[in-house]
């Protein structure tokens, strides 16, 4: 990575790459998926608001992260992965983003680019990368351009020279790159259809700029990537102009994981809000009570607030499950727009909680829960920051446009 310029020295320290690929420990159940998940949260959990505090980014929780096995959990059977339903998947995100939602969401790119894989990759593409995947590779993204116009245009071009195809452009919201070893991107490539285009970390030409300036998910390094005539494997191309005519559940995959780091920050919040009601508010003067457990107003907060996380929770974990059906057979049409609604109300209802949940604990917790050294506004930040992925209004768009007139969601990795 490049760092913001030193103001009084004026030079950058040199780029940090991740450490070579170790072959991780292999999973082999969606069992032990979750006893791993579980395991490593409570040590993300130990640090989490000193590194956001800090900005301090993770890197030696990322290698344990990759060294557990969890990063190649959806690899199917047939190329050695364990094949983890999609139910697992969002509970494992949830299980990590309540302990650290910008640690949680460092790998989600790498989730979404393997089921996009699955639906457009050949099978000589599936295994030269799920055998990286299982072998120790990370996958970032080098996200959309900066700029006012749609997040799927792009000025990003991969081009025909005599020394091979080159990527040229600049992308930013570049989740996970800093850490990766595979990096894919958007392009166009010369026939002005859209490609997507994985990249070395260390290929000539690709630089990683950590201008990440955000006010939440301070930690997740979701910069700028640089490719300048970038060398490019002409097997690494993948033809994502197809997937618009095709049916698949690249785009339901991914929004499955946003709707999981938005109910684990809401996990979160609520803890920290009974944690913080228990052991430190003082109870108002006109209640007479000696506790503010005990505030008849707080308990039903608490219990609205305890309701509305399961409710998201319940339709997170339907919509893996509307997954994992969509998945055992052929994709049609109508399977996949089943599959994008079955997460769009999940995703409703996970940003409305996680922002929900993340406000209301300062009325109930009291003045004394703003203080710095509690460091609990992070819970708001992230939430507000994480849940701006794609307009929530858009999901009752697309909710109410299929349910009223029967149109299918359009196919993209936002549905």
């Known amino acids: 990575m490049l ?19 170790q072959v991780p420990h292999l999973i082999r159940s969606d069992e032990e998926a979750l006893e791993i998940a579980t395991r490593l949260a409570e040590t993300f959990a130990e640090g989490a608001s000193e ?73 000589d593409q599936k295994a030269r990368i799920y055998g990286d995947i299982l072998a ?8 959309p351009e900066r700029g ?8 990003t071009t991969l081009r025909s020279t005599p020394d091979g195809l080159r990527l040229t452009g600049q992308r930013f919201y570049s989740t996970g790159s800093m850490f990766a070893h595979w990096i894919p991107t958007r392009a166009v490539d010369e026939a002005g259809w859209p490609v997507q285009v994985w990249v070395r970390h260390d290929a000539p030409g690709l630089d990683i700029v950590d201008d990440w300036a955000s006010f939440g998910q301070r930690t997740t390094a979701s910069g700028s990537v640089i490719f300048n005539d970038t060398p490019v494997d002409d097997e690494l191309v ?14 339901p995959v991914s929004q499955l994981v946003q709707a999981a780091i938005d109910a684990g ?34 308990i039903q907060a608490i219990g609205e607030l305890e309701t509305d996380v399961h409710a998201a929770q319940a339709l ?7 997954l994992d059906e969509v998945a055992r057979v052929p994709v049609t049409d109508a399977a996949s727009a089943r599959a994008s609604i079955a997460v769009a109300e999940a995703k409703i209802l996970t940003t409305e909680i996680a922002l929900a949940a993340t406000e209301t604990l300062f009325d109930l917790a009291g003045s004394a829960s703003t203080r710095a050294a509690h460091n609990l506004d992070r819970h708001w930040r ?34």
């Open 3 to 21: 760092f913001r310029d030193d103001p009084l020295s004026g030079t950058k320290p040199k780029r940090r790459h991740p450490r070579a690929p």
């Open 51 to 123: 590194r956001d505090r800090e900005r301090r980014l993770p890197w030696d929780e990322i290698e344990a992260y990759t060294a557990s096995g969890l990063g190649g959990i959806t690899v199917p059977a047939e190329f050695g992965g364990a094949d983890v339903s999609f139910v697992t998947l969002a509970k494992v995100f949830e299980i990590l983003c309540a302990a650290d939602p910008a640690l949680g969401q460092i790998p989600q790119n790498q989730f979404g680019v393997l089921a996009l894989l699955r639906d457009v990759g050949s099978r």
């Open 136 to 143: 120790g590779h990370r996958i970032g993204n080098a996200g």
């Open 148 to 155: 006012r116009k749609a997040v799927n245009h792009s000025t």
């Open 238 to 251: 993948f033809p994502v102009w197809s997937y618009k005519d095709r049916p698949g559940i690249a785009g």
């Open 265 to 298: 920050i809401a996990v979160a919040a609520v803890q920290d809000a009974i944690r913080f009601v228990k052991d430190h508010a003082r109870p108002w003067m006109d209640s007479g009570l000696q506790s503010a457990s005990e505030d008849p107003t707080i």
């Open 316 to 322: 997170l974990y339907e919509a893996g499950t509307v």
């Open 382 to 415: 992230n939430a507000r920051v994480h849940t701006l992925h794609d307009p929530v209004r858009w999901k009752y768009h697309l909710l109410g446009n299929y349910h009223l007139n029967g149109v299918f969601p359009a196919r993209h990795q936002w549905n």
